[in-house]
C-alpha cells in the first residue's frame, strides 16, 4: 500500500466487433487488502481502496459500535507499507463489553440474537422526522455525486458515497466497497465533529441492510441511491421511519418509505 496507488495501470487487448483487437493501456483499481489492529489484537481484514484509510478504520469502528466519538482513541499509527491501521482505546474494559456476544451480518443473513438486538436498540430511539427535501434537489444530489466520481471514470471500478445537507454534498469517497465508502465518511465526520442526525447518505451502491443499519446508528433520515435496494432494507427503513429512495436516474426515482419527506418540484 505504498504512497497509497489508487490506480495500476496494465495492458490490455481491446476487441470491437467488426474491427481489428488493438492492445492499450487501462487504468485498473487498486485492491488491498487493509488489517485494523485494536489494542494490539487483529480485528479485521477489509479489501479496500488504499486511500484515507485511518477514517476507513475509524468509520469502520463507529459503525460497529467499538467507538462513539475521537476521544475514545488514544492512539492510531497507519503502516502504509505493511497495510495495517495500529488503534488504541483509552478505555479497555469498555471494549471487551462491547465484544461480548458479537458477530458479524453478512448479505443475506438477517438472523440471529445480535441483529434483532441492534434493531430493538435502534427502534427505541427513533430518527428525527424534521427532513425535509424537494425532488429536484434529489437528482442535483445524485448528479453532483456522480461527477465527483473521478475514479470511476478513470476505472469503473469503486463505489462512490457522499454525505450531504439539503443543497450540497459534504463528504464524499470513492472505494471498491460500497461498505468502505459510507465508513471512510463515518470516520471524517468522526474527525470533523459533523453532526449527522440532520444529513443525507447519497450512493452509488445497492441498499442493502448493512448500509441501512449503519446509516441508522449515525441518525441519518434519508439514504438515496442510484441502484436498488433489497427487501430487508425496505423492511427496516419502514420501521426506522428512514426514507429510501433508489434508481436515482435522469429526472425519476423511486421512493420506497415514508414519502413525507419528499416534496415536489
Not at 480485528?43 to 481502496?49: A, E, K, S
Not at 438486538?117 to 424537494?134: C, T, Y
Not at 471524517?188 to 442526525?197: A, V
Request: net charge neutral; hydrophobic share 40%; glycine share 8%.
Amino acid at each position: 500500500m505504498t504512497n497509497q496507488k489508487k490506480t495500476a495501470n496494465k495492458n490490455i487487448w481491446r476487441f470491437y466487433e467488426g474491427r481489428e483487437r488493438e492492445e492499450v493501456l487501462d487504468s485498473i483499481t487498486v485492491e488491498a487488502p487493509l488489517t485494523i489492529y485494536l489494542d494490539g489484537e487483529e480485528l479485521v481484514t477489509l479489501l479496500c481502496t488504499p486511500e484515507k484509510t485511518d477514517r476507513l478504520a475509524l468509520g469502520f469502528l463507529r459503525s460497529e459500535g467499538l467507538i462513539t466519538e475521537p476521544d475514545d482513541v488514544s492512539s492510531l499509527h497507519v503502516d502504509r507499507e505493511k497495510g495495517l491501521v495500529e488503534i488504541e482505546l483509552k478505555d479497555k474494559n469498555i471494549l471487551a463489553g462491547r465484544l461480548f456476544g458479537r458477530r458479524m451480518i453478512t448479505s443475506g443473513c438477517g438472523k440471529g440474537t445480535v441483529f434483532y438486538n441492534a434493531l430493538d436498540s435502534l427502534s427505541s430511539n427513533p430518527v428525527a422526522n424534521d427532513l425535509r427535501i424537494a425532488s429536484r434537489q434529489v437528482r442535483l444530489l445524485m448528479n453532483e455525486l456522480q461527477a465527483r466520481g473521478e475514479l470511476f471514470r478513470l476505472t469503473g471500478g469503486t463505489h462512490i458515497a457522499a454525505l450531504a445537507d439539503c443543497s450540497r454534498l459534504i463528504i464524499a469517497f470513492e472505494d471498491i466497497g460500497r461498505h468502505n465508502a459510507l465508513d471512510k465518511i463515518i470516520g471524517e465526520s468522526l474527525l470533523q465533529g459533523i453532526s449527522t442526525d440532520d444529513k443525507i447518505i447519497v450512493s452509488s451502491g445497492r441498499l442493502s441492510s448493512e448500509i441501512l443499519l449503519k446509516a441508522a446508528k449515525l441518525k441519518i433520515q434519508l439514504l438515496i441511491s442510484r441502484a436498488a435496494p433489497t427487501s430487508l432494507s425496505v423492511d427496516l427503513a419502514e420501521k426506522l421511519k428512514i426514507t429510501l429512495i433508489g434508481f436515482v436516474r435522469g429526472k425519476r426515482f423511486n421512493v420506497y418509505t415514508h414519502a413525507w419527506r419528499i416534496s415536489g418540484d
